[in-house]
Nanobody, 114 residues
Framework: QVQLVESGGGLVQPGGSLRLSCAAS????????MGWYRQAPGKQRDLVAF???????TYVDSVKGRFTISRDNAKSTMYLQMNSLKPEDTAVYYCYAITLKSYWGQGTQVTVSS
């Protein structure tokens, strides 16, 4: 079993920055890929960024050049650095991890508003 806990969300003005963290515990050494998803009100949960165990990254087009995903395997923690935030980035952001099963965190709210 893997437990995921997100942190770092909050309220930020357009153009601002936030860094989300996802701390993994339990059988975290068995995690292969990890990622961030987000869900805005009334919309489906969509992939934002993904990182493999070898550090290969993938981003949805709308965040390329603004968001950076990274992971510190020694700390069993994944990060999402979000810069140049826009109101349309407002959503609940979820951490996701894959072993032989998939796991989700509880989510952290990101609100971009003036």
């Amino acid at each position: 079993q893997v437990q995921l806990v997100e942190s770092g969300g909050g309220l930020v003005q357009p153009g601002g920055s936030l860094r989300l963290s996802c701390a993994a515990s339990g059988s975290s050494s068995s995690i292969n890929a990890m990622g961030w998803y987000r869900q805005a009100p009334g919309k489906q949960r969509d992939l934002v960024a993904f990182i493999t165990s070898k550090g290969v990254t993938t981003y949805v087009d709308s965040v390329k050049g603004r968001f950076t995903i990274s992971r510190d395997n020694a700390k069993s923690t994944m990060y999402l650095q979000m810069n140049s935030l826009k109101p349309e980035d407002t959503a609940v952001y979820y951490c996701y991890a894959i072993t032989l099963k998939s796991y989700w965190g509880q989510g952290t709210q990101v609100t971009v508003s003036s």
